[in-house]
């Protein structure tokens, strides 16, 4: 289902350290097929930086995939930076990262989908 798993290094700020971080990488094909070709029937709504879609992958784990759009402004460094970050940020009370997809034109961060509606929906009504 994943492709690969890569290290990625990354320096720290606090004196010159540098960390190791695997994260394993999608294969558009498999997050287009999961997504069914990025339907509008599997959006499930659209953030400032892409849509976000619905997916369900080969072995029936559902997935949330945050697409980021080519006009955003992000860039590798900044969307790697990302993805380090959530990938660190576990937590029982945050969705889980499951990895990313860098291929051609695209980036993706792959999620665990939650059911229950999102977190702007609970705050803000």
């Known amino acids: 289902m994943k492709t690969e798993i890569f290290t ?44 976000v879609y619905k997916g369900t992958l080969p072995d029936g784990q559902e997935i949330a995939v945050k697409r980021l ?19 660190k940020l576990q937590h029982r009370n945050l969705v889980k990262v499951l990895g990313c997809c860098i291929q051609r034109d695209e980036k993706m961060l792959i999620y665990e989908f939650m059911a229950n509606k999102s977190l702007d929906f609970f705050l803000f009504g």
């Open 69 to 87: 759009s080519q006009t955003s402004g992000q860039g590798l460094k900044e969307f790697k930076n990302e993805v380090v970050l959530c990938a």
């Open 8 to 51: 990625w290094t990354r320096e720290k700020n606090d004196e010159s350290k540098q960390e190791d971080l695997e994260v394993p990488f999608f294969d558009l094909a498999l997050i287009k097929h999961a997504t069914d070709d990025f339907s509008s029937y599997n959006k499930l709504g659209e953030g400032g930086f892409g849509p």
